[in-house]
């Protein structure tokens, strides 16, 4: 279980691209400034299993471009593994809006009433000289193909991601957004 407490803590907390966003302004880039907010919430999750030794995270992603801010929030289940670390992710609980979901609007929940995300393939993450890298790629239909890669350590998380229609990226950028902790 070291290992999990180990991913757990290098990605909880907030998190901002602000030394990233100025640069690729200074440079002429089109580029988001962006925000994450992970928070454990198994406090927020009612009748757990005894057991039980998984971290569920709520992901709270903003992205501004242009000046509109986009808001993206995700509720993860992070549990240790022979392999490494898996990260699956779980649908918004219901009565949740969708498009303001936090850690703090989060109202209790039943763990017997959350549902595992059937589209997001989980990914698997591996430790090497104190980097956790890993991700996966979801097919969300037969032409939707979102991509994942990951890399976390104390100082950083460096996250990319891509979303592909027929083959051509709807979403996404050519360098990884580079995230340090607030």
């Given at each position: 279980m070291m290992k999990l407490e180990n991913f757990v803590g290098m990605m909880t907390g907030h998190f901002d691209n602000k030394d990233q966003?100025?640069?690729m302004q200074a440079e002429g880039k089109i580029y988001p400034y962006a925000e994450h907010v992970n928070t454990?919430?198994?406090?927020?999750?009612?009748?757990?299993p005894e057991d039980f030794k998984g971290k569920f995270v709520v992901?709270?992603?903003?992205?501004?471009?242009?000046?509109k801010r986009h808001a993206s929030p995700h509720l993860f289940l992070i549990t240790e593994i022979e392999q490494g670390i898996l990260l699956s992710s779980?649908?918004?609980?219901?009565g949740e809006d969708k498009n303001t979901f936090s850690y703090d609007s989060?109202?209790?929940?039943?763990?017997?009433?959350?549902?595992?995300?059937?589209?997001?393939?989980?990914?698997?993450?591996?430790?090497k000289d104190g980097i956790w890298e890993g991700g996966s790629t979801?097919?969300?239909?037969?032409?939707?193909?979102?991509?994942?890669?990951?890399?976390?350590?104390?100082n950083f998380l460096e996250v990319s991601e891509s979303m592909e229609v027929?083959?051509?990226?709807?979403?996404?950028?050519?360098?990884?957004?580079?995230?340090k902790r607030v």
């Open positions: 966003f100025n640069k454990i919430c198994n406090d927020k999750i009612n009748n757990l992901e709270e992603s903003y992205y501004e471009i242009n000046g779980y649908e918004i609980p219901k989060m109202k209790n929940v039943d763990y017997s009433k959350l549902k595992k995300s059937e589209k997001f393939t989980p990914a698997l993450y591996h430790e979801s097919q969300f239909s037969p032409v939707m193909t979102f991509k994942l890669w990951e890399k976390f350590s104390n027929n083959g051509k990226r709807t979403f996404g950028y050519d360098e990884p957004i580079i995230y």
